[in-house]
């Protein structure tokens, strides 16, 4: 064993009869690893709530949509949908309508969303006829799928018949002006695990949506890709193709302050739970300060039998360096095994309306574990540079003479 690894072993190993000291060495490696744990724990679930996220948004709506400025109707939308999908890289294609409306069942009333899709080419963008919890995803000229929340809001369940209507689009007929209202059937209830899906949207076919709006053409196109990071390369390909006054929206676009948001929070809780690590690393520094003051006779010793000044220095760096792997091994373990715990069992739940989700998420990256334990170590060693420079630079005969 190389002697200088066998030195630093013994200075840190735990004895009783110094009690005192190794307390503050178990503090170190507890509190080095609590840090660690707690930053892989946090991390996970939000990386967990970004992926969680991104994939529900993703699997409601399309990667990009395609719409005129101005929102002005788009009436080729099939010679348009069959130009768009010879573009590498994108996999499918539907038109849609989208309206704000109120909706009511007898003397319950609310404002929501509702789109318009077609049935037929609606599955090659979207997942939700894989949400219905209640009913089937079935829609005909008078069906309507409700979000859960829009659901228990109205009171209604399947088969009960609700009233749409378009307050600020009327139509004049020899009775006067009354706005646009349609009669719908509820086929089916959708949980999109997403707060705003589930109490703001409501769908029905393409159809029924134009004959409400009194449109014939649509309100734009939805697109998927077979690479959800590629979308801003593909959207320069549809611009090119289709011109003024077409434009292309992107899903990092619609959901960038959504998503800002998360990746600052992830890194402000990363610098606020580093301080408990960086309170561990004090505690080293007192350890090997205090190991310093207490070994100067042996220093003084290794120096006179031929240690170099670089010798004793890599003894003390290699106490810390020890306490810090300890720590953080303890650390990934306890890190990995609550993340996994919180992933497998979903114990913990959250106010959907607040978070935007039911539960919560966890997405282990092993950047994450890379980064969260080479931060803990360059922190430890930092902690014992002070203490390793001031033991090498200690003069063997004062050391000695003086104890």
Known sequence: MNYKFFVSKRYVRIKKDEMFKSLITIFS???IGLGVGTLIVVLSVMNGMQNDLREKILGTNGHILVSKF??????????????????????????????????????????????????????????????????RFELGEDGIILGNYVADGLLAHIGDTVEVALPFSELITPFGII??????????????????????????????AQELMGRIGVSGIE??????YKVKEISKKIISRLGYPYRVSDWIDMNRN???????????????????????????????????????RE???LKAIGSTSKDIMHIFILDGLIISLTGTIIGIIIGWSISWALGKYKFIS????VYFLDKLPVKMEITDFIIVSLSAIILSLIATLYPAIKASKMDPVEAIRNE
Request: proline share 2%.
């Open 179 to 208: 706005p646009r209202t349609k009669r719908f059937v509820v086929k089916g209830i959708f949980d999109a695990g997403m707060y705003d899906f589930n109490a703001t949207l409501s769908i029905v076919s393409l159809k029924a």
């Open 29 to 31: 490696i507890i509190g």
């Open 258 to 296: 959504l998503f800002a948001a998360l990746k600052l929070e992830k890194f402000a809780m990363f610098v606020i739970l580093i301080l408990i690590i960086i309170v561990a690393s004090f505690n080293i520094l007192s350890i090997l300060i205090m190991t310093v003051i207490e070994k100067t």
């Open 299 to 301: 220093i003084g010793i």
């Open 350 to 353: 959250l106010p959907s309306d």
């Open 223 to 228: 697109l998927k890709t077979d690479n959800i």
């Open 70 to 135: 101005y929102n002005e109707e788009i009436y080729d939308y099939d010679v348009i949908m069959d130009s768009l999908l010879k573009i590498q890289g994108i996999t499918g294609a539907t038109p849609f309508i989208y309206t704000k409306i109120l909706i009511r069942k007898e003397e319950n009333v609310d404002g929501i969303i509702l789109k318009g899709i077609d049935t037929l080419t609606f599955s090659s963008v979207s997942n939700l006829n894989k949400k219905i919890i209640l009913g």
